[in-house]
């Protein structure tokens, strides 16, 4: 078995290449061959030899280059991702995903319309610890990290009798999320994933790791099902931060109520 990912501008969305070293790594305890590719500006985008595409997170300058480079290669993401491709977006790289960007100075970058989400970009951050509850995941367990944006996330509801294209990622259980107001996180379209969490993402979460290996596993593979790793250590992390952050229950309530 073999796993290949695509990792789309390394030289601008050059952040959070931690989360590839955690899925590989991973793959490989498991006996899963690994090979990695880049696609930098200009260059050809192989998502038919891809088994799960990779866009990290980066400034908003990078932002606007790639904007300006991929306009030509959306239709085949698109078409990659309604076939099943597996694709991880991290903080600048989900946005990138949305249908656009408008930045603090009132310009427009152009989104690939994956997700069905807009973000407005604002002078003050969103940032410090948080903890997710994720739906797709068959566990109880948080996903926790960190976020540092200065993006309002919005994913839009879709009319009675329109596809729904995406639905947020998860619930924030502490945390600001997509936007600070409605305590959703990220995005999921398919096998599409996109999220503000950092750290980087996977490193304290192997049961989302998992999950999207499973997920661009099972494209080729046919509903593929990972062996168990002792993940004791990678465990032991995750709750040691959800506690060690998690706000005392009546700041929780003061915050629910401030939003």
Same mark, same amino acid.
């Given at each position: ?17 931690g !989360?590839?070293l955690v899925l590989a @790594?991973? /793959?490989?305890?498991?006996? *899963?061959?690994?090979?990695?590719n880049? =696609?930098r500006?200009?260059?050809p985008w192989?998502l038919?030899n891809?088994?799960?595409a ?21 239709t085949? &993401?698109?078409?990659a991702?309604?076939?099943?491709l597996?694709l991880? /977006? *991290?903080?600048a790289g989900?946005? &990138? ?11 427009? *970058? ?7 989400m807009v973000?407005e ?6 940032? +410090?610890?948080? =903890? ?15 976020e540092?944006?200065h +993006?309002r996330?919005?994913?839009?509801s879709i ?10 990622? +998860?619930?924030v259980?502490?945390? @600001?999320?997509n936007?600070?107001q $409605? ?21 304290r979460?192997?049961h989302l790791a998992?999950?999207? &290996?499973?997920?661009?596993? !099972?494209?080729?593979? $046919?509903?593929?099902?990972? =062996?168990?790793?002792? $993940? ?9 931060f ?7 229950p ?5 915050? !629910?109520r401030?939003?």
């Open positions: 078995m073999q796993l290949r990912i695509l990792h789309l501008y390394p030289d601008l969305l050059n952040q959070e290449k !989360s590839i @790594q991973r /793959a490989r305890w498991r006996g *899963i061959d690994v090979k990695l880049e =696609a500006r200009s260059d192989p038919k891809c088994d799960l990779f866009l990290g997170s980066g400034t908003i300058e990078a932002q606007s280059v790639v904007a300006q480079d991929w306009p030509d290669k959306i085949a &993401l698109k078409e991702v309604d076939s099943g597996a991880l /977006a *991290i903080a989900f946005q &990138l995903l949305g249908t656009g960007i408008s930045t603090v100075t009132k310009e427009m *970058i152009p989104g690939a319309g994956i997700f069905n973000t970009m604002r002078s003050r951050r969103l940032e +410090g610890p948080i =903890a997710v509850r994720m739906p797709c995941l068959q566990s109880e367990q948080p996903v926790v990290g960190y540092n944006h +993006g996330t919005r994913v839009i009319a009675a009798g329109q596809e729904k294209v995406a639905s947020p990622l +998860g619930r259980i502490y945390g @600001q999320g936007n600070g $409605d305590q959703t996180e990220g995005a999921r379209y398919k096998n599409a994933v996109g999220t503000y969490i950092q750290g980087p993402t996977l490193a979460n192997p998992d999950f999207i &290996l499973e997920q661009a596993l !099972s494209r080729r593979y $046919d509903q593929v099902r990972l =062996a168990p790793l002792d $993940d004791r250590l990678e465990n032991q992390a995750n709750q040691e959800f506690h060690r952050y998690r706000p005392h009546l700041k929780q309530i003061l915050l !629910s401030r939003h």
